[in-house]
């Protein structure tokens, strides 16, 4: 009998709330419960520079166990493995900001679990069991804000740098060397194309930030600029003449990274500038 938790994919909720509907522990990231026969994963982005990763639409789930070797036939190790048999139903969610936990529907193992190194929360190496995850049938795809993963992805940078040569060079080493992916939402900017063609135009080849000549010609044989909003348009700048001027990539970059506001005032009195007429 398949468990309803009236939640839709996308939908967030507290602990409490998830506790209360699911009638699970509040703890831990696979929470059993047998009075709704389900088995809650909680894929927590927020903890620890190792997790789960998403390739192709799997999601392949470390087990449990934080010391030593991993054991598939030990509590919810087991649950999961035999998931396909035991009729116990399986849900997940994901957690990028602490406390708030986005239900991604019910998931099915997706091929048999597999083992791989890492180390334990002692920096120790051990094996331990990936359980490879996808949507169930009538499962919407599982996708998350594009914003959302940026922000964990700066959060991973944060603490990477915040370790030691010694530590940093472990957990290079037992990184998984296939790139994750998975799918996302995501605004696009219909830019104006006019706008920014005259942007270049009136560089005249050289960055209007550092002045200095594009770093090498396009395919077609002009000097490669980017064009470049001072407000950015997702903090409400207009895609306008005044607003836009034209960069090298590595000044692009330092806007993106920096943003100086001693870079912006530059380019603002730079963008107002018409500059000289331009012929056809």
């Not at 696979?30 to 809650?40: D, F, G, H, I, K």
């Not at 000097?223 to 990539?249: K, Y």
Request: hydrophobic content about 30%; glycine content about 8%.
């Amino acid at each position: 009998m398949n468990f309803d938790p009236g939640l839709m994919p996308g939908d967030t909720i507290n602990n409490d709330r998830l506790t209360e509907i699911f009638r699970c522990s509040p703890q831990g990231g696979m929470r059993r419960s047998l009075t709704t026969n389900t088995l809650v994963l909680v894929s927590d982005h927020t903890r620890g520079i190792y997790e789960d990763r998403w390739i192709n639409d799997v999601l392949h789930y470390t087990g449990m166990g934080l010391d030593g070797d991993q054991n598939i036939d030990s509590a919810q190790n087991k649950t999961l493995a035999e998931s396909t048999s035991n009729d116990v139903n399986v849900f997940l969610f994901e957690v990028f900001d602490a406390g708030k936990y986005i239900f991604q529907g019910q998931v099915q193992l997706y091929g048999a679990p597999y083992q791989e190194e890492q180390p334990d929360k002692n920096g120790k190496p051990r094996r331990v069991w990936i359980f490879p995850l996808n949507p169930s049938s009538g499962t919407p795809s599982i996708t998350i804000a594009e914003p959302i993963l940026k922000k964990k992805q700066q959060q991973r940078e944060r603490e990477a740098r915040k370790l030691s040569n010694t530590d940093l060079l472990m957990r290079a080493r037992y990184s998984k060397k296939g790139v994750g992916a998975r799918q996302v939402s995501t605004s696009a900017y219909d830019r104006n194309v006019y706008v920014a063609e005259l942007a270049r135009r009136r560089a005249d080849g050289h960055c209007q930030l550092c002045g200095n000549p594009a770093p090498f010609k396009d395919t077609k044989g002009e000097p490669f600029l980017e064009s470049h909003h001072i407000i950015w348009l997702s903090q409400g700048g207009d895609d306008s003449i005044e607003n836009t001027v034209a960069l090298c990539p590595n000044c692009h970059r330092k806007m993106h990274v920096l943003n100086l506001e001693s870079d912006n005032k530059a380019l603002t009195q730079t963008a107002k500038k018409i500059g000289k007429v331009l012929s056809t």
